[in-house]
């Protein structure tokens, strides 16, 4: 995108990954400035789900375009995808190790699933800073790397909590920690066509 400087960096970025299907293009509705609301993207996951994933076949998964960089004219292809979940309310799983997508409660194959929650586990924890010093409360900023079962995706988030060893289930997450994630945004920072 010329002209625009983007912050769309993610700590290893070259290693998440999904394989999937670009499927449609959603514009995002015209604002009363003229401007559009941000694109859904339609990606449909092309690595079979291992029998011991909870991912549904048939799952779409809707990302949004924060930063305009997907190319409408890419509907169709098959590629890889770099997805983000952003906005995350990350717990750490326990008692069982589940992976997967588990799409919203009433999701038909028919659409595509917004908001899923996403069961996997960490291969990497690039950042984690606790902090809110000058809050009445604790705070994490986190970004990791999840198998998720069709790929690698990123986790970027905030975590806030009083006591955060409740809020995740773990005073730390680190590498091999089987983790959920619920309320996700998922963002998509690139779409390599094949």
Same mark, same amino acid.
């Given at each position: 995108?010329?002209?625009r400087t983007?912050?769309?960096?993610? *700590?290893?970025i070259?290693? #998440?990954a999904?394989?999937?299907?670009f499927?449609r293009?959603?514009?995002?509705? +015209?604002?009363p400035?003229?401007?559009?609301y941000?694109p859904?993207?339609v990606?449909? *996951? &092309? &690595?079979? *789900?291992?029998?011991? &994933? ?6 779409r +998964?809707?990302?949004v375009?924060r930063?305009?960089?997907?190319a409408?004219?890419?509907v169709?292809?098959t590629?890889?995808?770099r997805?983000?979940? @952003? +906005?995350s309310a990350?717990? $750490?799983?326990? *008692?069982?190790s589940r #992976?997967? /997508?588990?799409?919203?409660? %009433?999701?038909?194959?028919?659409? @595509?699933s ?6 996997g586990? $960490? $291969?990497?924890?690039? &950042?984690?800073?606790?902090g809110?010093e ?7 900023y986190?970004?990791m #790397?999840?198998d =998720?079962?069709i %790929?690698m995706?990123?986790?970027r988030?905030?975590?806030?909590a009083?006591n955060?060893?409740? @809020? /995740?289930? =773990?005073e730390?997450?680190?590498?091999g920690?089987w983790?959920e994630?619920?309320r996700?945004? /998922?963002?998509? +920072?690139?779409f390599?066509p094949?």
């Amino acid at each position: 995108m010329t002209g625009r400087t983007l912050n769309v960096r993610f *700590p290893l970025i070259n290693i #998440i990954a999904v394989s999937c299907v670009f499927e449609r293009f959603v514009p995002g509705a +015209l604002h009363p400035d003229g401007r559009r609301y941000l694109p859904l993207i339609v990606l449909r *996951p &092309t &690595t079979p *789900p291992a029998p011991d &994933t909870i991912t549904p076949e048939g799952l779409r +998964l809707g990302v949004v375009d924060r930063h305009h960089l997907i190319a409408e004219s890419d509907v169709g292809r098959t590629g890889v995808a770099r997805l983000v979940f @952003a +906005l995350s309310a990350l717990r $750490v799983q326990s *008692p069982l190790s589940r #992976i997967g /997508i588990e799409p919203e409660d %009433g999701w038909t194959t028919r659409q @595509a699933s917004l908001t899923p929650t996403l069961y996997g586990q $960490v $291969v990497t924890v690039a &950042t984690w800073e606790p902090g809110g010093e000058h809050l009445p409360y604790r705070t994490l900023y986190t970004e990791m #790397i999840i198998d =998720a079962g069709i %790929g690698m995706v990123g986790l970027r988030t905030t975590v806030t909590a009083e006591n955060m060893t409740a @809020a /995740i289930g =773990a005073e730390r997450v680190v590498p091999g920690d089987w983790v959920e994630l619920q309320r996700s945004r /998922i963002d998509i +920072l690139a779409f390599t066509p094949e």
